[in-house]
């Protein structure tokens, strides 16, 4: 059974750091023959495709909201996707998914409806 299990979310500061981590198992296929993403859910709003690393880990993407303070990263040998994110604010506040799609090309999409797999999500909650 393909599973994707998020960690990291915790309650922080503004101004803080906190690393999300996804790790991946069940997959049909090994981990590095699908993109990833990341995306953000608050109560009330649209889902929002905030991150994604293509199958390599050589093309990465930001949205606005994010870029500059937060970074995605893989691991393939491990099976896991990494978020670094930095400088947080309030708005940051969350729940954070990572995402996986088949994919072997050369970049990768935040449109959430690209994905099939989903994790059950992790809270990220920015303090003022």
């Known amino acids: 059974e393909e599973q994707l299990v998020e960690s990291g979310g915790a309650l922080v500061e503004a101004g803080g750091s906190l690393r999300l981590s996804c790790t991946a198992s069940g997959f049909v296929a090994d981990f590095d023959d699908y993109a990833m993403g990341w995306f953000r859910q608050t109560s009330g709003k649209e889902r929002e495709g905030i991150s994604c690393i293509s199958w390599s880990g050589a093309s990465t993407h930001y949205s606005e909201s994010v870029k500059d303070r937060f970074t995605i990263s893989r691991d393939n040998g491990d099976n896991i996707l990494h978020l670094k994110m930095t400088s947080l604010k309030p708005e940051d506040t969350a729940k954070y998914y990572c995402?996986?799609?088949?994919?072997?090309?050369?970049?990768?999409?935040?449109?959430?409806?690209?994905?099939?797999?989903w994790g059950q999500g992790t809270q990220v909650t920015v303090s003022s």
């Open positions: 995402a996986a799609t088949p994919s072997n090309g050369a970049s990768c999409s935040l449109d959430g409806d690209d994905f099939n797999s």
